[in-house]
DNA sequence: AATGAATGAGCCTTCATTCAT
DNA sequence: CATGAATGAAGGCTCATTCAT
């Protein structure tokens, strides 16, 4: 008997759950007691899987990293120019937030839990976001091939600032507005 | 008799140790019987004057909008014009995120690890927020006086934006070169 | 209304269930569970009273201490000589171990299950056995007056010996002949 | 194809890693992961060879009795009179509890944490003393052959319980004197 | 002979809160 | 205004053991 194509490992679904779980009530708000008992999985079987709850957690933002990035990719992808790929970022930005219901970046939102810089959380958090950072400096590299690097790099950073300025008043006050605003100043930028 | 001057009411020590432990740990990682330990009360004497955690949290936060906002100022009244007033804000943020090692700022944290946007805490954040978006907003009419209405919201709003996604990656990387890059900007919007 | 003159505290009911448990059943092998639940207390009020099971088995061993000299020191303080006190020790040794079904010393069972000997509990034990050993030392010179300290110490420290092998073995073999030729032994040491 | 000689069978090694931290840690404080995990081997590996935890310490007790009556004969083997092997055990008591880092034995640490006399582990702790009582009986009625029976077994079981209270002190307190002590006493009985 | 996922009771401890004094 | 004992659910984690492969 194998197991059935469709079904999940324990593992696999405790992760899905914590998922779910860590985003919509946050990491430190989530207790492994509501995980197992959703995903159906006993106390033993979940410290088989991971030797602490830490480790969940990374495992978590390592799925969620590129969970996020393949909908941002797939979003940004069919895109012609670079330009048009940076402003898709921001369109992405709006309806990723308004598909999540407002509650914005897990990486953030971990992060805010998180002050230990040491933490191992932390680590995946500014891998996640420097890979997002990357994105933008390569598309700002090829649009303005012919600027500087250091003009470059200017714009480039802005760009990430105005994503993450908005993203996080997105969820602040799920008022879109301030990603018309926002659209405005990177087509400035442009 | 009365009470020296410069002793603190028993709540108000409440809020002062509550005010350090939220904002180094965390909101949700701080228990009551921590605060009232290092603050030296009792559990009733706590439950007697707040009825319950939440209403700790909304007073820590009331409190530290009045705190924060005076640091502001007093940071950047000494300027003479709105423009140099603005960049003063920004100067303020490089200097508050050195002095707070980089933890970042209490409201946003406070928003990151409670996803209900209804809860109480919420309001306090958001109110926050707004009272630093329109110290923006009448930053900028003094000193875009002759632009329109429409164009200094623009550039309002994006400055706020910039302010926020500085912070909060400050607070990810501890890299204050974001500041430069979002100082030239905001000096490139004035 | 005062507390009725013969009721515990709840500090005091979890020390005397713990007391029994810990002597019963080995101090490791004792859950916090089973004793609160004994004592008809809730998990908070023990925490309340004991921050934590070390601080219990402190307690414990402390109270031990003292209620076990009171046994031994109403059983000798009847006889007249140093003599008939140092005998009366041994037969003190028998009649505990039969009343106590032959579990053993609560200080050595304890020691034997907790290897760092820096830990706090082995503190309370080695004063515990301490004691006792000076004891042996009081009634030694009392009645081997005439001879040198060093006569005296090497006798003392003989009987203390002995009462501790003699203890160890009739909780092993539940077999009070090793109790007779210790005394036999004892009688020709004095 | 057949092993390497050198090499240990799973079993053999589980016993092994079980045996260093069953004396190290004590029995109820080590757990069975602990010991399959350092051994290198899996729970089903663990369970084909042993059907409880309590089969893993008689196996451990049976290795032990074997090994440590195998350096007590070599040590005391090269003696060539009863009496001078009799002073040996004690001499070897002295080197063991050094070289133990003063632990104890592991005999007595298991009876002490083993409350029930039914357990079969406390069968495997009285074999193993019992033993060692026949051997000081079996010097002992070589030594003073001409003495009776009955003063003969006075005369070892004082050895036993002058070998086991000074062993249990040793542990207590890390202090040689008692052996000093104990070997004079040891030397005028003989 | 060996694997390792799965179980669920139990470990020690902290949580926010209530209440009689 | 203050005290601190009492509550019981929940925190993260380990336990010895089973079983299908």
Redesign the pocket.
Known sequence: ?TKPQNSL???D??IEVASKLFYEQGY?????????QEA?????????????????GIAWLKARHATWNHWLLQFINPKKTPKSKIVGIFDFLGQWMQDANFRGCAFLNTMCETPDCENALRLEISNHKRELFELFRALTAEHHATKTKIEQEQIATTLFILFEGTLIQLQNFQDLSFLQVAKKQVTALL
């Open positions: 008997m490992s324990k593992r679904e405790i430190h708000c989530t207790g492994i007691q509501q995980i197992i159906g999985a006993a106390k033993g079987t979940f410290y088989s899987h991971f030797k602490s709850k830490e480790e969940l």
